[in-house]
């Protein structure tokens, strides 16, 4: 069965749709991460065009981030002033990214960037994986134990501006926040991601922040990201579809939550392997689309095709 | 055959007594919609033409069928090599080409023939293998008249695999020699717009009758609503799809917790 999508002009076969969300969603609830990393590629595999994949996976996060964040928020588990801090970088780093987005458009090589942005990404993410899950195996078969450092003190704790964060229990200068936001604010324009794989880590290193508030802070500050790129593509580029968006929303939550309790009773460092390798099957494959000399050079594209 | 089908024909027949040399046309529809259902459609165009029939079916005349979509601009781009990427390098604009071609004869014409009535877009046995003389083209980089060429062709060879350029001589069914049938594939990527249907009887190489009507390509229902607001008050359009994220998170966290804690 087809459904037409309004506004990215072709009809796809539903169950595809429903299955993408799905299966992204599942990982994304598994696995803790935003799953817009996976889903605007795969949506550009299927078919669907690049502006529109990104506008609307941007929204599908919207969705999956509010549904995340509800619960560290319940448990207080949300720094809402560094959320803030990050957001006020965040802000003006998503409108430069849909503006770079536009220009790029323009100029013919959004999808060129998009790929080479997708491959570095993923490629870094399923190495980082790959390395982070296999150490812990061996680890687990070496029966030993990680302790993890509690508090980095690094040049964050230096720079001027420096502003208390009781939930976090930090006090350091607001410049690193609303750079990492600034930086994240980008990514989300250009690509339609939330960034939490991003965001998590460089919270955690970079700022010091305690593992147990990271989660619910980065879910909410993208929850804000997000939206904010989502009416910036609405109103830049005309590429949301409301209709793929409401579609893959409903799937990817159903499937986020299959994946919670899938995630509660299995190993998680094999997952994560399994999913380190998936992608860098995905990085593989858009970096053979970038090198490989494509079957026909030429291409065309309908001119203020948003109109 | 529906009650429709049968007035036509008649009429046709009718009107086939009273002219020698004549062309007629039912049309199935004047309008194809499109829903969210909407996965492409055939056009039926049929109708009778006349030529004497004592003649030999060489010589009673051709019909020729030709669709024009409503026109739209392109950029036409061409990735080169660059370290290893292939990326858009080279882009040309053409401005009016049709968005949608369709050429269909009863045989094959002579390149003449189009070249001398102007009809076609896609000849492909001379040069310029183009009718572009409708088409306005900003050539930016592009000098040399062999890399317009190339542009040229590029052209019509991606709307030839997008299905939206054909032109063949086979897909013209005669009936009983004077009645003709055709069905035109409307792939699901056509734009909206008025289309023009013509239709030509050639006797001797010459364009003895010619017909013409339109139909139009229009969205209908829920994904016209949708577009419609889209273009017309993106901000707002943004809002509500945020506001429909928002609400499907809320409820999913609530109504999942509420499922585990059962």
């Known amino acids: ?307 | 055959m529906n009650l429709k089908s049968i007035i036509i024909i008649v009429t046709v027949y009718l009107s086939l007594i009273l002219n020698s040399n004549s062309l007629v046309i039912g049309s199935d529809e004047n309008e194809i919609l499109i829903d969210a259902n909407f996965s492409g459609k055939d056009l039926l165009v049929f109708g009778a033409f006349y030529a004497d029939p004592s003649q030999p079916r060489e010589k009673k005349g051709d019909i020729l069928i030709e669709v024009v979509g409503p026109k739209e601009d392109i950029v036409l781009r061409k990735k080169e090599s660059f370290l290893g990427f292939w990326l858009n390098a080279k882009s040309v604009k053409f401005r009016d080409v049709p968005s949608f071609y369709y050429l269909s004869s009863t045989s094959k014409l002579k390149d003449s023939f189009f070249e001398k009535n102007s009809i076609g877009l896609l000849e492909t046995d001379q040069l310029p293998e183009v009718n572009w003389s409708l088409i306005t083209t900003e050539w930016g980089t592009v000098s040399s008249d062999e890399e317009k060429q190339e542009f040229y062709e590029a052209l019509v060879r991606n709307k030839t695999y997008e299905n939206v350029f054909k032109q063949t001589s086979e897909e013209i069914e005669i009936l009983d020699g004077n009645l003709f049938k055709t069905n035109i594939p409307i792939p699901n990527t056509v734009p909206v717009g008025t289309y023009d249907v013509n239709l030509y009887l050639i006797l001797n190489n010459k364009i003895s009758k010619d017909y013409s009507y339109k139909f139009k390509v229009r969205r209908i229902g829920i994904e016209s609503i949708i577009f419609n607001f889209a273009n017309s008050f993106p901000l707002l359009y943004g809002f509500t799809s945020l506001v429909i994220a928002l609400i499907i998170g809320w409820i999913s966290a609530d109504l999942f917790r509420r499922f585990r804690k059962a």
């Open chain 1, 1 to 307: 069965m087809s459904i037409y999508l309004p506004i990215a002009e072709i009809s796809i076969n539903i169950f595809l749709l429903i299955s993408l969300g799905g299966v992204v969603g599942f990982l994304s609830g598994m696995f803790g991460l935003g799953g817009g990393f996976l889903m605007t590629p795969l949506l550009i595999f299927i078919g669907i065009p690049t502006n529109v994949a990104v506008a609307t996976s941007a929204n599908q996060i919207v969705a999956s981030s509010v549904s995340g964040a509800i619960g560290h928020w319940r448990q207080g588990l949300v720094d809402i002033k560094m959320g803030g801090v990050l957001l006020s970088g965040g802000i003006l780093g998503s409108i430069v990214g849909v503006k770079f987005f536009d220009y790029l458009s323009n100029i013919g090589q959004i999808d060129a960037v998009i790929s080479v942005l997708y491959f570095a990404l993923l490629f870094s993410i399923g190495a980082l994986m790959l390395i982070e899950s296999s150490q812990v195996i061996r680890d687990r078969i070496r029966k030993k134990t990680v302790k993890k450092k509690l508090h980095y003190h690094n040049w964050a704790h230096r720079l001027p501006f420096k502003t208390k964060f009781y939930t976090s229990k930090l006090y350091i200068s607001v410049i690193p926040p609303i750079i990492i936001g600034f930086v994240i604010g980008i990514l989300s324009g250009t690509m339609g991601i939330g960034g939490s794989f991003i965001l998590i880590p460089a919270m955690i290193y970079f700022l010091g922040m305690p593992t147990s508030k990271v989660i619910g802070t980065s879910l909410f500050q993208i929850i804000f990201i997000t939206a904010i790129v989502t009416l910036l593509h609405a109103t830049t580029t005309f590429a949301l579809d409301a209709v793929l968006a409401v579609i893959l929303i409903i799937s990817s939550v159903v499937g986020a939550q299959v994946g919670v309790i899938t995630a509660n009773k299995l190993r998680g460092e094999d997952l994560r392997a399994l999913l380190a390798i998936i992608v860098l099957v995905v990085a593989v494959q858009i970096a053979a689309e970038l090198f490989i000399q494509p079957d026909d050079v030429f291409n065309f594209s309908h001119m203020a095709n948003y109109k």
